[in-house]
């Protein structure tokens, strides 16, 4: 029997989410025959020989500098032996239903070239990105200039992020996140993999792009994962907002020249006007201290396990409780040594309530608590 699947994650100085990232894996594979290729990219901390210790049929592959995530991602997509190959972010948890549907999809949609699943963030909220639409010059002026979040819902103005598209249903998309991409192996191979003129971000949907260029189809799966959601690149606001931009304007360059005489000056003025206001609005956030809201290292605990005493003990938590009340807010910790991961990530699901719930998990093989950042 041949390779089924190749699973590829680029890691850069996530150690801990890494390893639970690695762990979710394992579990989901169970019964696969797969491969998994971690590529590091310089971190610089004990990341490899952390993960190689605790998962040593892993192959590693470490650069001797950050390469940047395309590059890095191309190096294991060129030996991926697997029938399919998932593009995985170290920051994600998945589970058996990722794996299972996304290649039963595959096999009996002959034109699915990609597919992603529905991601929610560490407390179970929905993530747009999930399923987003090509940035043509008309829908990134309406996302650059806000057109898409006063309309929503709107076929005409909300085309960057598909929202009017239930999230529920299988849908037949445009662009896919990099931080979750099943795509079919001979497909990104022979597409070269990913455009390495992209250093990070923009890559995905560079990549989507052209693979629908070439024939095949883009599908969006409501599987359920979850993506932690920058806490792999521990985004700087100009940084981020700089190399992001910078992203989009290379993708224009490449895929739509015709528009750079009347549409490249607007797209750029729109892009330096969004860019001084995302960072204006985050250094707001950084200066000024937020009001009237309970700060989340003060909610009350609730633990989830088959032995949460044991666990409040190893955690430093001296008050719980075993169930989640009914309002309130609360930190919520789940035991990864009692719930396996699909479990887990279907527990975050049906109890998420936004602002309410600050989930966390126990991993119960270091006695670490594994949390979104805390504000």
Known sequence: ????????????????????????????????????????????????????????QVTYIENQENVGF???????????????????NPDTIITRQCLQEGIAWMKSHPKCGAIGARMTDANGVFLPESKRSFPTP???????????KLFPRSRWFAKYHLRYLSDSEPQCIDILSGAYMLCRTNVLQELGGFDEDFFMYGEDIDLSYRIVKAGYENWFLPTPMIHYKGESTHKDSMRYVRIFYDAMLIFYRKHFPRFNIIFYPIVKLGVMVRAGLSMAKRLVKRVLP?????????????????????VARRAGIKEFTGSLPQSGHHNVLIDDGSYDYTRLVDYIGAHSDEGRIAFHIFADRHGIVISPKMT
């Not at 639970?20 to 989901?28: D, G, H, I, K, P």
């Not at 890095?72 to 995985?88: C, F, K, P, S, V």
């Open 1 to 56: 029997m041949g390779t089924e699947l190749t699973v590829v994650i680029v890691n850069y100085r996530v150690k801990y989410l890494l390893e639970q990232t690695l762990r979710s894996v394992e579990q989901a594979m169970q019964g696969m025959t797969g491969e998994v290729i971690v590529v590091d990219n310089l971190s610089g901390d004990d990341s490899i020989a952390f993960s190689r210790e605790r998962h040593p």
């Open 70 to 88: 395309a590059r890095a991602n191309n190096q294991a997509i060129m030996q991926a032996r697997g029938e399919y190959t998932l593009i995985l």
């Open 138 to 148: 008309w829908v990134s002026f309406c996302k650059i200039f806000g057109l898409s």
């Open 290 to 310: 937020k009001r009237g809201k309970t700060p989340i290292e003060s909610w009350p605990w609730v633990i989830i396990s088959d032995h949460p005493d044991e």
